[in-house]
């Protein structure tokens, strides 16, 4: 099945650099640099109040994404207009606010009151674009290179973290974005950021195994680094392997700070690592807490849905869409699940038309919610129409992925096309000889042609299935398939008469599952005595 890289939005993972105002507080600095932001946040309010201090808090507020408390930091700065990190909180409390323009005179003063030739108020400056939804760099680049110019060639390792941050923020800038990196690291050899900041970078290009290298480096630096494993844990899950995934976020949960928010994260990884019900609970806790967490109420709404409790789950959503419409806050996923949730219960034509404007309205995920309109066809048993929509799928995707071929031909089997999901998976292991439930695929689909087996047309298939399955190296996990075809084959020869070829099959089937009564009684028939012919009298 496709990952979904937007669930990964469900998050809400914080991302932040080192701060280039507060170097003295190295306590301070480090509990935000580790997410402990409550840790932070105490300490701030209970240091002698600062230019500084005031300074962190509003980084701190920005980060978490409540810009009026933000500005209301930067703003309590002295108002000493000469200072240049006056100007800069000024310009950071404009850039919370939205306030773009007046962001980039607040920090053209600052740049002038140190005459240009302060490359800390660069830093600060560049820092505070990174950390802010400004989407446009061209800005603050020219800031970066001022910066650059004055180190003389001796990089600043939190300015080119910035600068990478900076770049990040275009799609055509990850280059860019790693050579500071590798810059900064080579400033620094023990920096930890920069070490995780390449490995986010790697995993953006789905380049897991560079990615895993710079996040265990980061590690082997600073053990107590929860960043790092929550980085880890998105990488093992972007390569599918939800249950390290989960390792590794639960590392990273014992060493994060102990809040509403990791429990909503947590949540969260577990929703993304399929274990639903789990994600329900730690949901629940922090909805106890926080009956408003729009993230939280949104992730109840799905769990719901994958574990099965369609009605809970549509109420939910319905709950949670009032209030997130009302905050212009409803996310394309937002409709899909809902769209699926009323095909569901029934109402095809009316969830259907939900995704399909979801699907209109994002052209770049169409593909993928194209295979959410068919998966939610398919729990509707609307066979047809699921077939309808992966075949959309397949054509505008150049004849489709593997996956499209397994999902249009587990469409057509269960719409009793049993030669077209023959076809289709006769493609999939064409395609791919080492996909091992392909023959399975195959072996049923003739089965679903040969009714009474008469024909033995799965016979191949499941002969080919028992041959490829027996020799993988986790055959453990394709028993109730070595089950199904070792059956199958003792009673295609058992029908025929050929009880000697057949016993081996019944046999094996029972080593397999010793509780199996059709191998039981099976096995028993054959084996039993056959009765003496009665004696003639005389």
Known sequence: MNLKPWKLTLLAALSVTGSAALAQTTSTQKAIELERYGEARAALLRAPQSNETAF????????????DSAAYYFNKVSLNQKDPM?????GRAALAQGKVAEAEIQFDNAVKASKGKDAKVYTMIAQAYAESDVKDATKALTYVSAGEKLAKGKDDPALMIARGDLYLKSETGGGEAMNSYERASLADPNNVQAYVRKGQLNMRARSYNEAKTNFDKAISLDANYAPAYNALAETYYFAGRYDDALTQFQKYSSLAEKSSTTDAKYASFLYLTKKYPEALVEVDK??????????????????LYETGKNEEALAA??????????????????NVYYGKMLIKGGKTTEGAAIIKKAIDADPKKAAELQNELAQAYLAAKDYPSAITVLKQRMAANKGGELTDKVYLGRAYELNSQYAQADSLYSMVVTERPTYIPGYQMRARANANMDKDSKQGLAKPYYEQYIKVATAAEDASKYKSGLIEANKYLGYYYYQKGDKTTALPYWQQALTLDPNDQQAKTAVSEITKPAAKAPVKRK
């Open 56 to 67: 962190e808090l509003g980084r701190l507020y920005q980060m978490r994404d409540m810009p």
């Open 86 to 90: 006056t100007m800069v909180a000024a």
């Open 286 to 303: 922090v909805l106890a807490k926080e009956p408003n967490n729009l993230t939280m109420n949104r992730l109840r709404a799905y769990s």
């Open 317 to 334: 959503m319905q709950k949670y869409l009032q209030v997130a419409q009302a905050e212009n806050k409803v996310i394309t996923e937002d």
